[in-house]
């Protein structure tokens, strides 16, 4: 179906990476956590968490992706901040990326760009109800297995 790793195998992906604010000039250093799970019926279940440095508590994604073509696929994502979101995904022979629209309060992207050595450099970018913005970038690569 596609040359990615991401999302479409199951495993665990480890991760690091800043996160700037738009009201300020100061960043947060994070690391993260993916678990791929692949469900029945062809969707896939991700377990995502993300550990700001500094903060003593994480935060937890849920997101489902379904209808997966050779070009996209649809994905869902919920948390206790925002509840449940719909957006779309594209795939590429070297991105994959999704959006979210049309959620009052909530609207961002994820893209996730392939390294020749199978990881991949991430940039997102968030937009709360107040405007202001949260800009991620990052760096995802595959956990060994022991």
Not at 21 to 37: C, K
Not at 67 to 94: P, W
Not at 132 to 146: A, E, L, N
């Given at each position: 179906?596609?040359?990615?790793?991401?999302?479409?195998?199951?495993?665990?992906?480890?991760?690091?990476?800043?996160?700037?604010?738009?009201?300020?000039?100061?960043?947060?250093?994070?690391?993260?956590?993916?678990?791929?799970?692949?469900?029945?019926?062809?969707?896939?279940?991700l377990?995502?968490?993300?550990?700001?440095?500094?903060?003593?508590?994480?935060?937890?994604?849920?997101?489902?992706?379904s209808?997966?073509?050779?070009?996209?696929?649809?994905?869902?994502?919920?948390?206790?901040?925002?509840?449940?979101?719909?957006?779309?995904?594209?795939?590429?022979?070297?991105?994959?990326?999704?959006?979210?629209?049309?959620?009052?309060?909530?609207?961002?992207?994820?893209?996730?760009?392939?390294?020749?050595?199978?990881?991949?450099?991430?940039?997102?970018?968030?937009?709360?109800?107040?405007?202001?913005?949260t800009?991620?970038?990052?760096?995802?690569?595959?956990?060994?297995?022991?």
């Amino acid at each position: 179906m596609s040359g990615h790793d991401f999302i479409f195998t199951t495993g665990e992906w480890l991760g690091k990476g800043q996160v700037a604010f738009s009201a300020s000039e100061d960043t947060i250093r994070f690391n993260t956590l993916w678990q791929v799970v692949k469900a029945d019926g062809g969707d896939i279940s991700l377990h995502h968490e993300v550990e700001l440095v500094g903060v003593p508590e994480k935060v937890v994604n849920e997101l489902e992706v379904s209808s997966v073509t050779s070009s996209g696929f649809a994905i869902c994502l919920s948390n206790d901040m925002i509840d449940k979101v719909h957006g779309k995904g594209i795939i590429e022979d070297r991105r994959i990326a999704w959006e979210f629209r049309g959620k009052p309060g909530f609207e961002g992207f994820e893209i996730y760009n392939l390294c020749d050595d199978g990881s991949y450099e991430v940039h997102a970018e968030y937009l709360s109800s107040d405007q202001f913005r949260t800009i991620i970038d990052g760096h995802i690569w595959k956990r060994k297995k022991q």
